[in-house]
T-cell receptor
């Protein structure tokens, strides 16, 4: 398996522009997570989906952030309009939700820079 | 809500020596899981070791072992025979049992292995 795939790996944009980050989870996994990592706040869970349904979006910072999972193999995180304080590394992770220990597998991350 | 604290922002160790990274957590749950993740300069999040709270035996994975003290809510990671490739950020994480596989991360410890 190719693991969790994220694109793009790097994104540089200007303040006010729309940014879309993409994630393909591991085939067969039914849970998907979006995290944001910054020096100041560490790793924060933004939102997670189970069976394509958003379960907890309490970590989404503002209405400028939205996430979708139209099918089991694809998810997007959109920021509109983007601001310099959104600069961070965004990780997507997936897992197979079963009884017992359910490891999360992380993608390589997208480094976002908003100028 | 759960909190995870890593009190050592940075540590260093000489190659081939042993180092212990600290982690404490706060929870009212009785069933849960604990993890250590490694994040090398490549940014990839890699699972190092995990521990089920109901197991008294400390988990071990090759050179990596944990000291799990449930009453004290402590979960330290010991790295034996440190190697240059162990240089990375290390994150301690908590997962409630049967709660959607959500992880709560500590702030991380930056480990430098010196030749």
């Amino acid at each position: 398996d190719a693991g969790v795939i994220q694109s793009p790996r790097h994104e540089v944009t200007e303040m006010g522009q729309e940014v879309t980050l993409r994630c393909k989870p591991i085939s067969g996994h039914n849970s998907l997570f979006w995290y944001r990592q910054t020096m100041m706040r560490g790793l924060e869970l933004l939102i997670y989906f189970n069976n394509n349904v958003p379960i907890d979006d309490s970590g989404m910072p503002e209405d400028r952030f939205s996430a979708k999972m139209p099918n089991a193999s694809f998810s997007t995180l959109k920021i509109q309009p983007s601001e310099p304080r959104d600069s961070a590394v965004y990780f997507c992770a997936s897992s197979l939700r079963l009884a017992g220990v359910n490891e999360q597998f992380f993608g390589p991350g997208t480094r976002l820079t908003v100028l | 809500a759960q909190t995870v604290t890593q009190s050592q922002p940075e540590m260093s160790v000489q190659e081939a020596e042993t180092v212990t990274l600290s982690c404490t957590y706060d929870t009212s749950e009785s069933n849960y899981y604990l993890f250590w993740y490694k994040q090398p300069p490549s940014r990839q999040m890699i699972l190092v070791i995990r521990q089920e709270a109901y197991k008294q035996q400390n988990a071990t994975e090759n050179r990596f072992s944990v000291n799990f003290q449930k009453a004290a809510k402590s979960f330290s990671l010991k790295i034996s025979d440190s190697q240059l490739g162990d240089t990375a950020m290390y994150f301690c994480a908590f997962m409630k049992f049967n709660a959607g596989n959500m992880l709560t991360f500590g702030g991380g410890t930056r480990l430098m292995v010196k030749p």
